[in-house]
């Protein structure tokens, strides 16, 4: 579909604010409107690479500033 298209553009740099971009503009809504679709693996898998992307920098941020790190399902 031409949201996974554009989102994969998206997903293909090396910048976690495109990656961010790609969720919010083209992902969520494939996942929402074509859950079964084709391309849903590969979407879900996307979101999970930017998922771990921010749970790492909330990481390093904790650990900058002297915290324990936070559970991500709270």
């Known amino acids: 579909t031409e949201l996974f298209t554009r989102a994969k553009v998206l997903m293909d740099t090396d910048d976690p604010t495109q990656w961010s971009k790609a969720r919010e ?16 693996t590969e979407a879900n898998e996307y979101i999970d690479r930017i998922e771990m992307h921010l749970a790492e920098r909330r990481a390093v941020i904790s650990a900058k500033q002297n915290r324990k790190p936070r559970d991500c399902n709270s």
């Open 25 to 40: 503009k083209y992902l969520d809504k494939l996942l929402a409107k074509y859950p079964n679709s084709r391309h849903a």
